[in-house]
């Protein structure tokens, strides 16, 4: 079972970049799938969440930023990050489980190799 996340990149302040996490050795349709993101010296934290059905969560501090979709078809997840800011330069995971907390990055047991995103000021 892989996660492969890409689509990180360096972006100015206000740009915008999709992340894409492509699921490969089982079917994931079922799952619930996140990203979460770490920066230097902080724990890693919830950002977004989407669940089989398509119902997203999101952490406060993207909401009406970002966007979370899957395409159960091609087993990936996307997160469109829209008017990005300095403070959301991290590297971006995803995840993957069957019924974790959402926001509870110990409670997934399948894990992306993250990808870098820097937001210059």
């Known amino acids: 079972v892989q996660l492969q996340a890409s689509g990180g990149g360096l972006v100015q302040a206000g740009g915008s970049l999709r992340l894409s996490c492509a699921a490969s050795?089982?079917?994931?349709?079922?799952?619930?799938m996140a990203w979460f993101r770490q920066a230097p010296g902080k724990e890693r934290e919830f950002v977004a969440a989407i669940n089989w059905t398509g119902s997203p969560s999101y952490a406060d501090s993207v909401k009406g930023r970002f966007t979370i979709s899957r395409d159960s078809a091609k087993n990936t997840v996307y997160l469109q990050m829209n008017s990005l800011k300095p403070e959301d330069t991290a590297v971006y995971y995803c995840?993957?489980?069957?019924?974790?907390?959402?926001?509870?990055?110990?409670?997934?047991?399948?894990w992306g190799q993250g990808t870098q995103v820097t937001v210059s000021s």
């Open positions: 050795g089982r079917t994931f349709s079922t799952y619930l």
């Open positions: 995840a993957a489980d069957l019924a974790p907390t959402y926001y509870s990055a110990r409670t997934y047991d399948y």
